[in-house]
């Protein structure tokens, strides 16, 4: 199956790999792929129901909301419960102070006019007066002398204030004010007929002055409706059972829960998809400014989604356990996995950076009790748990490097659980968080098992080249590296020593020493089908050349390219290996066979004839090997192969493959050749330096004597 899905893989036109289109429409897919699974996760189902219907289903809130109308209906209870605030209106005492005033100016009125009856000006007091009066009081004060008539004037006016200024509300008893009257008339120093007479028109004129202040009693009522609490619908609360009757109570939390089908909120549908789109966008910036290479290539970019994909389903089918009782799956989920896979495949700060997007969805996927959108206890843990999963590996070249690193995101995974107990001050005892320290650990082990079988796939799909992927290619009990060494011994020792070459060239320049290593051992493996052809092989055998014509030695030569890209394609071998064999001669001349039929040739011979297919070399790393498979043949059949003589020629090889275009469609610097000169020259030293001559035992018994 792996390796028909391959086939198809590598059957499709090449070009989509760097078109910009393809990468666009990557990208746009990616977005989708995260955005779908979790969708349903910020929005709750809907269903169709009504009041008077019997719900088929039993319910409970997704989230934790406002139930609006109950929290109306709240508010409007406590503002109906508000008493009204009054005030006293010391303009009505004043008012009434100048109506007693009036009464005994009249009086004193009355008393001057010495031709009016008593009957008369009784009656006119009557008209006149601005309160009733009883009509012995009347006539008492129209009797009364002028001195005492002041005084009444004088003691009427004290004692309304007084009585006003403690407030008359409209509602208080006329017996109430009768008391407060004669309450203050006491210590008063008057007759008993002129106090009478002050009593009477005390109480008359005392009027209510307490009304309700309406500003007031409207600031007092917004007060207290604002300070009425919303009444919540919490997470997780029921609002009905299955079989239960829908009373308009029951409907109008349904609808404020966002559970009917009729009115149901998108807004949480935008809010991810405007997160999603914020991570896509940056996602594609960050790769187009920090790791080009992968942003060049849609292979990759359909890698990393793949992976994403992956880790987001994992969790959704992780979150299905939320049912059991004892299941934890926020803290089971293997977050690290997508970290880990990334970080092996892609690159360990792209694993960091995606490690975000995982905390994200795990906030969201496992929010059982937050009160938000997201619960931040898992978007912590995730992002420890993804960012340990990702720096742990290293460079790993051995499958049990990832079950080290499954144990190390295990302990940072109990960690950040200690660390989320002791900040949230849980209410949960230590058998609680001995039970999330269990899952925790895991979530790291299951991240790494995951990690292991899900890491051949994608190697096998996408034609991706691990460490450890190039560590089992290496292995000598590989197929063709068996043959290698059992048909042609001479072209697999001269693959070591370009190997060694190579990995130390391309270390110095900071390129994939591993990968050029790996490369090296398979750039020859085309010499087995024809392996005698080739000087390494011959051991003391006559050169076969010296008797072929050199068009028919050309074509041997030039076919072991062709043959070893047949061979390594039949052994599914990754087409970045192939490419070694395919590149590692670029377009070069066969220089000794040109210039031999150009001496036989009576005509000049095209040079084309005699170059290599090619193509040129595409990366630093097929450039590099090239140059050490010249180099490493070159110094073998130097006589004396001093420091000297193997610089002069190592470099003559580099100059001439330089001059040649041969390096005109990878990467490589001139700082970066002089660079891999100076380490070829070092490790060819090492190889071929002066040996001491041991004496044989016949020299050292004639010296002993």
């Known amino acids: 199956m792996k390796a028909r899905l391959r086939q198809l893989f590598r059957a499709v036109p090449d070009t989509w790999k760097t078109s910009a289109t393809i990468r666009r429409l990557l990208f746009i897919v990616l977005g989708l792929l995260i955005y779908l699974p979790i969708m349903s996760d910020v929005l709750p189902k809907t269903f169709d129901l009504n009041v008077n219907m019997v719900s088929s289903v039993t319910l409970t809130a997704p989230v934790t909301v406002e139930d609006g109308e109950a929290t109306e209906q709240a508010r409007m209870k406590a503002v109906r419960e508000v008493q009204p605030v009054y005030a006293r209106n010391d303009e009505i005492t004043g008012h009434q102070l100048k109506l007693v005033s009036f009464v005994f100016k009249k009086v004193a009125e009355l008393q001057g006019q010495t031709d009016t009856t008593p009957e008369a000006k ?34 009427t006016a004290k004692v309304v204030t007084a009585v006003m200024q403690k407030g008359i509300d409209s509602n208080i008893a006329r017996e109430e004010v009768q008391q407060r009257v004669n309450q203050q008339l006491v210590l008063a120093d008057l007759d008993s007929r002129t106090r009478k007479v002050v009593r009477e028109v005390t109480i008359a004129s005392v009027a209510p002055n307490v009304m ?19 009444t919540m619908i919490y997470k997780g609360e029921v609002l009905v059972e299955k079989g239960q009757y ?39 910036f960050y790769l187009s400014q920090a790791h080009r290479e992968i942003y060049r290539d849609n292979t990759k970019i359909l890698l990393l989604g793949s992976i994403i994909f ?6 959704k089918m992780t979150s299905l356990g939320k049912g059991i009782d004892f299941f934890l799956p926020g803290y089971c989920v293997p977050v690290a996995l997508g970290s880990m896979l990334i970080a092996i495949l892609l690159d360990t700060q792209l694993a960091v950076v995606c490690s975000v997007l995982f905390a994200f969805v795990s906030g969201i996927v496992f929010n059982y009790e937050s009160l938000l959108p997201i619960d931040f206890r898992y978007v912590l843990y995730g992002f420890s748990s993804g960012v340990a999963g990702a720096y742990s590996l290293g460079k790993a070249t051995k499958r049990t490097r990832i079950l080290q690193a499954g144990s190390l995101v295990a302990v940072v995974n109990v960690l950040a659980i200690v660390a989320l107990y002791l900040l949230l001050s849980s209410s949960a005892g230590w058998r609680d968080l001995l039970m999330q320290s269990v899952f925790g650990i895991v979530s790291g082990m299951l991240a790494a098992v995951l990690t292991i079988g899900f890491l051949p796939f994608f190697e096998g799909i996408f034609g991706i080249l691990s460490p450890m992927r190039l560590i089992e290619l290496s292995n000598p009990n590989q197929p063709l590296m068996r043959r290698l060494l059992m048909e042609t011994p001479g072209t697999y020792h001269h693959s070591m020593m370009v190997a060694n070459l190579s990995e130390a060239a391309c270390e110095a320049v900071g390129a994939d020493g591993l990968l050029a290593r790996v490369g090296a051992y398979y750039h020859d493996v085309g010499k087995m089908k024809r392996p005698h052809f080739f000087v390494e092989n011959q051991m003391n055998r006559e050169n076969p050349h010296d008797t072929l014509a050199p068009g028919l030695s050309k074509r041997i030569i030039l076919a072991h390219v062709e043959d070893g890209v047949k061979m390594l394609g039949e052994h599914n071998i990754p087409k970045q290996i192939v490419d070694f064999a395919q590149q590692h001669h670029g377009t070069t001349l066969l220089k000794f066979f040109y210039h031999k039929v150009s001496k036989l040739s009576e005509t ?7 170059r290599y297919p090619g193509p040129k070399a595409q990366t630093r790393e097929t450039a590099i090997v090239g140059i050490c498979d010249s180099a490493e043949a070159a110094v073998r059949s130097l006589a004396n192969p001093t420091p000297e003589r193997i610089e002069q020629l190592v470099r003559r090889i580099i100059s001439d493959r330089l001059e040649d275009g041969q390096f005109n469609e990878c990467d490589l610097t001139m700082q970066e050749l002089e660079t891999v000169t100076k380490s070829i020259c070092e490790t060819l030293q090492g190889f071929f330096h002066n040996r001491i001559e041991y004496p044989d035992d016949k020299q050292v018994a004639v010296k002993q004597a």
Do not use: W
């Open 604 to 610: 000049p011979v095209p040079e084309a004839e005699y």
């Open 246 to 284: 829908i009373s308009e109570q029951v409907y109008h939390k349904l609808n404020a829960a966002g559970l009917l089908e009729k009115n149901a909120s998108k807004l949480p549908f935008l809010g991810l998809a405007l997160c999603t789109g914020f991570f896509v966008v940056f996602l594609e």
């Open 212 to 230: 309700i202040d309406e500003d007031a009693t409207n600031t007092l009522k917004e007060t207290v409706r604002r300070s009425v609490k919303p």
């Open 122 to 155: 009784l009656k006119d007091l009557k008209e006149s007066s601005p309160f009733a009066l009883p009509g012995d009081a009347m006539s008492v004060l129209l009797a009364m002398s002028a001195p005492s008539l002041n005084a009444a004037a004088q003691e």
């Open 310 to 315: 992956l880790t987001i389903m994992v969790m």
